[in-house]
């Protein structure tokens, strides 16, 4: 799940765990349907894509043979990635802050093979209600990592719910896009921004109130909060902009992603 996101008011400050909650559930609650009318045939029900780029996990496989897992999607919005894995024999949960999202998800169930179709659950990434070592895989594709202010507290929980040999594998705006103004044409491919300036992306109200937010770590930054969780980094994919896709998802687009990387799929493992 990857927002696209019109400000009413978009600026730069400070935006603590409790306040970004609240924001970006509120906004999603609000987008779900919107977002899925617009973005459904791109994702597809029973489809995994991992990012603008659309590099798919039946190509990929970052996360293994599907076939007898049990796996944990969180930030699954409308579940499509954990409908293409269920398709595939894994035994899934798909989760999702958002009730709105969740309550999309449970209705494309309705519309796909019973093969496919996964359980839902409303659950905060960052504090997930299953026990220690429940399952075989953690992922999620742009969802919860770049939406919560202690995204090392995202990285603890997945650990937690691993078992030993397991694998957590999410993927999130490549940070060095956090330098470059969101703008798909050539205004996009000047860095205007300081790589190192973590200061969350917020969208507010007349009021003040933030409605969405987004935070940004660099590199460095994921690979501490990987390793302060317990786990390993063993790969990190930027996906290339492919020959033939044409299609541009907010700020990506084929000018851009020719020339600088907008996705990075970190994959971690649990030591055995």
């Known amino acids: 799940m990857y927002a696209v996101s019109t400000p009413t008011d978009a600026t730069r400050r400070p935006a603590p765990p409790a306040e970004t909650a609240t924001a970006n559930r509120t906004w999603w609650d609000g987008e779900a349907t919107s977002y899925y009318v617009e973005h459904g045939s791109f994702l597809g029900d029973t489809d995994f894509v991992w990012g603008p780029e659309r590099l798919r996990e039946e190509d990929a496989r970052l996360l293994g043979d599907p076939s007898g897992q049990v796996v944990l999607e969180i930030g699954a919005g409308s579940g499509q990635c954990s409908r293409w894995l269920a398709a595939h024999r ?3 949960v798909a989760t999702d802050l958002s009730a709105g999202m969740v309550a999309t998800g449970v209705a494309v169930n309705a519309a796909v093979e019973s093969e496919a179709r996964v359980p839902f659950a409303q659950c905060d990434g960052r504090s997930l209600p299953f026990a220690d070592a429940s399952f075989d895989t953690v992922f999620t594709a742009y969802g919860v ?5 202690d995204s090392d507290v995202v990285m603890a929980e997945a650990a937690r719910v691993l078992r030993p040999g397991g694998r957590f594998v999410f993927s999130t705006t490549h940070p060095i896009r956090w330098a470059f103004p969101d703008d798909p044409g050539a205004g996009g491919l000047t860095a205007r921004h300081s790589y190192f300036d973590r200061t969350p992306y917020v969208e507010q109200d007349a009021s003040g109130h933030a409605t969405y937010v987004e935070h940004h770590r660099t590199l460095g930054d994921r690979v501490r909060e990987i390793a302060a969780a317990g786990l390993v980094l063993v790969d ?7 020959e ?8 990506w687009s084929p000018l851009r ?6 996705t990075a799929i970190f994959v971690c493992r649990k030591p055995a």
């Open 145 to 149: 990592v770049p939406f919560v202010a």
């Open 244 to 251: 033939g896709h044409d299609e541009p998802w907010g700020g």
């Open 236 to 242: 990190l994919v930027e996906p290339e902009w492919p």
């Open 90 to 92: 894994a035994t899934v």
């Open 257 to 262: 992603g020719r020339v600088i990387p907008g």
